[in-house]
């Protein structure tokens, strides 16, 4: 069973700043496979990024996401206040299932 | 807009059988797999089954295999999710979401609470 790790669990930063999630997956997968969710507290998550590095539908292009293999980023620049939130990383597997990393969370410093 | 609705959530007894539906809107629903995904309080999301697109072919978490039932009737735009045997770690929002060309989640519903408790 293929592990997704995010690091930190927990990132403080204030508006403007770049923000740097991590993804690490216990085995090499196909960045095909690889999403990126916002989630806000008391809401759904929102799809920000699919097979790796394709911003979805109206998400704004200060997000980015990179990786391939093992590790993988989503990478914010220059905060906004809407963007304090968790983060989750997502792969596909091919049993198939979907399994999520932990989160993390971008708090206000 | 595409737009999922789910209902059915509330407390349940320990070893209840609730249904769960998701309503759907604003895509050609016949087209897409349909999943539910479920986020215990304070927690992570957990991918819980997923339904192909004419309801023939169904995958499940090892952890509801068995107790779990997803279904959708393409006629309704609606996805179901029958829980039976419902444990207290069943306790969750339950999230229906729309399966996107590239095996991820491009829509999600507003989420529905399950409880589990006497």
């Known amino acids: 069973e293929i592990v997704l790790t995010q690091s930190p669990g927990t990132l403080s930063l204030s508006p403007g700043e770049r923000a740097t999630l991590s993804c690490r997956a216990s085995?090499?997968?196909?960045?095909?496979?690889l999403a990126w969710y916002q989630q806000k507290p008391g809401q759904a998550p929102r799809l920000l990024i699919y097979a790796a590095s394709s911003r979805a539908t109206g998400i704004p292009d200060r997000f980015s996401g990179s990786g391939s293999g093992t590790d993988f980023t989503l990478t914010i620049n220059r905060l906004e206040p809407e963007d304090f939130a968790v983060y989750y990383c997502?792969?596909?597997?091919?049993?198939?299932?979907?399994?999520f990393g932990q989160g993390t969370k971008v708090e206000l410093k | 807009e595409v737009q999922l609705v789910e209902s059915g959530g509330g407390l349940v007894q320990p070893g209840g059988s609730p249904r769960l539906s998701c309503a759907a809107s604003?895509?050609?629903?016949?087209?897409?797999?349909m999943h539910w995904v479920r986020q215990a309080p304070g927690k992570g999301l957990v991918w819980v089954s997923r339904v192909n697109q004419d309801g023939s072919n169904t995958n499940y978490a090892d952890s509801v295999k068995g107790r779990f039932t997803i279904s959708r009737d393409n006629s309704k735009n609606t996805v179901y999710l029958q829980m039976n045997s419902l444990r207290a770690e069943d306790t969750a929002v339950y999230y229906c979401?729309?399966?996107?060309?590239?095996?991820?989640?491009?829509?999600w519903g507003q989420g529905i609470l399950v409880t589990v408790s006497s």
């Open positions: 085995q090499s997968i196909s960045s095909s496979y």
């Open positions: 979401a729309k399966g996107g060309p590239e095996y991820y989640f491009d829509y």
């Open positions: 997502q792969r596909y597997g091919g049993s198939p299932e979907w399994t």
């Open positions: 604003g895509f050609t629903f016949i087209n897409y797999w």
